[in-house]
């Protein structure tokens, strides 16, 4: 591209340049884009826990095998890893409006089909396409507030941007409940037609294009290669390891391929006119302590949510929906906390937020792993409730740290490192905690089982009952005595939170360590440089 249009304009004033006049109209209002790039966002959001809901269903009526509703989620979840750095590279190339639009049509088509699909391969199919579009909207939408947004209003627009993302995924579960329990399972992928419509409409009219002044004009395609295929590897054995075994030779070979594809991709970078990811980013002390530290809060996050939904649902019996409904003080403080959250960081800078955040998370893991079978329900409000407490500062002052420390030309691909990071975390997080859940289930079931006088089980009938119980069900065959499956459930029962409390433990040391890391982190340097695109 030889010229550039009044659209493409770039972002860096010359120094002593004056002050922009302020937006009029609705296309690149700061607020109203915000509010577009919002709805988008929450699509993709929902979906992470939105399925997990529909999986039985979906097995039933497509009489699909546990390896089937596997792949649903693992395939949206490779896709998705897997393009995010990507499709943030494309967004900064091509405009993010662009991609941003491009993805929502895509997302809300794959969903669309995957409701009318007949098969599970088809659903499978499109679900690695909606992973695909989805890791097209995420990045771009970050990109879009940074163009955006004044330096001043960022922090509180990326609260409200993270708001949106933590409700959307802790209240998958409840909507997910709802359609499944009175309309169908296609209802939970048609939804996001009707809002894709809407996200883009809104972006047609209100989202303005904006390119830096020297962004990338050329593909590191062998750099994509490489990327795609060592997070490839990397996010495969994390799914896989527990069923392989984290000492099998298949686990291994993955990871081993990851770290040597890893170190390649490092090395090519460094003779690439326009790499991929230039490896100077990571010079920046602060933003690579935001990318681990938003590793280390999605491991203890993620890790941890999904033992509570097996705690709620097979320890205390609850529906779907009334396990969803448990989780809103986890919800409502995110809500609540995170464009507060973003005003503090304005105000403040992000590292105490981001210190105090990570330290009221790993006392929100400890008091967790204080959670038994018949803990009431004040008592897990409390705890959750100050999870979401301090995840917010964490989801908004993270995102800033990343995104606003990389230049305004690489916006996308810190956008991409943000959510890829959260991804890696979020999968290392379920892979870590769920061998931790393993090991305890398996060193202290036979021991239970047996103190309850129970009948022996055999070697193999043992593996399927730990099976079970590493998910909290009581593994209780149909023509069991009532007064036996009584021991049984209370032995499984006892043993599943037995291995969270150990889980719970492991996810508040990590985030004790992700507080330490949390020191390192500053204000972005490069905030600045999308402050001219808008004033409010």
């Known amino acids: 591209m030889t010229s550039q249009t009044t659209a493409e304009k770039p972002l860096r004033e010359p120094q002593g340049a004056p002050a922009p006049a302020p937006v009029k109209g609705l296309r690149g209002h700061p607020w109203l884009t915000l509010f577009s790039v919002a709805i988008g966002v929450m699509m993709v959001a929902l979906d992470g826990t939105i399925v997990a809901i529909a999986n039985p269903a979906i097995q039933q009526d497509l009489k699909a095998s546990l390896a089937d509703v596997q792949w649903i989620t693992n395939g949206y979840m ?145 750099g994509i290669v490489l990327l795609s295929q060592a997070m490839f590897c990397l996010i495969w054995a994390l799914i896989k390891g527990a069923e392989w075994g984290w000492g099998d030779f298949k686990t291994l070979g993955f990871l081993g391929a990851a770290v040597a594809l890893f170190v390649v991709f490092a090395l090519s970078q460094k003779n690439v006119r326009e790499p991929l990811i230039p490896l100077a980013m990571f010079r920046s002390v602060p933003l690579s302590a935001g990318v681990v530290l938003m590793v280390l809060m999605a491991f203890a996050f993620m890790g941890g949510l999904f033992f509570v939904t097996f705690y709620l649902q097979n320890v205390h019996g609850l529906s779907p929906v009334d396990s969803g409904l448990h989780l809103l003080p986890l919800t409502g403080m995110m809500i609540v906390a995170s464009p507060l959250a973003g005003a503090l960081i304005t105000k403040f800078g992000p590292r105490v937020p981001l210190v105090g955040g990570m330290v009221c998370t790993a006392v929100a893991m400890f008091g967790m792993s204080q959670l038994e079978i018949g803990t009431g329900t004040l008592t897990m409000s409390i705890w959750f409730g100050l999870l979401g407490l301090g995840l917010a500062p964490v989801m908004v002052g993270a995102t800033e740290v990343i995104v606003g420390n990389a230049p305004m030309e690489l916006s996308g691909v810190a956008g991409g490192l943000q959510q890829a990071a959260m991804q890696v975390g979020g999968s290392l997080g379920t892979a870590v905690l769920g061998a931790v859940m393993a090991s305890r289930v398996d060193s202290e079931l036979a021991d239970n089982w047996a103190a309850a006088k129970l009948p022996p089980l055999a070697p193999q009938q043992l593996d399927a009952a730990s099976s079970a119980v590493e998910v909290g069900v009581p593994p209780v065959a149909g023509n069991t005595p009532p007064e036996v499956a009584a021991k049984i459930a209370d032995v499984a029962h006892d043993t599943f939170v037995s291995g969270m409390s150990t889980a719970f433990m492991v996810a508040g040391i990590v985030a004790v360590v992700a507080a330490l890391v949390a020191t390192l982190t500053k204000r972005g340097a490069n905030a600045e440089a999308g402050a001219g695109a808008g004033h409010i």
């Open 78 to 222: 490779l896709a998705l890893a897997v393009s995010l750095i990507t499709a943030g590279k494309l967004g900064d190339r091509f405009g993010h409006r662009q991609t941003f639009l491009i993805g929502v049509v895509g997302f809300a088509a794959a969903s669309g089909a995957i409701g009318f699909s007949s098969s599970v391969a088809l659903v499978i199919a499109f679900r690695v396409l909606q992973g695909l579009f989805g890791a097209l909207l995420m990045p771009a939408a970050l990109g879009l507030l940074r163009a955006t947004f004044p330096a001043e209003k960022l922090n509180m627009a990326i609260g409200i941007w993270g708001m949106v993302i933590g409700a959307s995924t802790a209240g998958g579960p409840i909507l997910g409940g709802v359609l499944v329990e009175h309309v169908s399972w296609q209802s939970v992928f048609f939804i996001n037609v009707p809002v894709g419509v809407i996200a883009l409409l809104l972006g047609a009219v209100i989202l303005k294009d904006h390119r830096a002044e020297n962004a990338p004009r050329s593909f590191d395609i062998g």
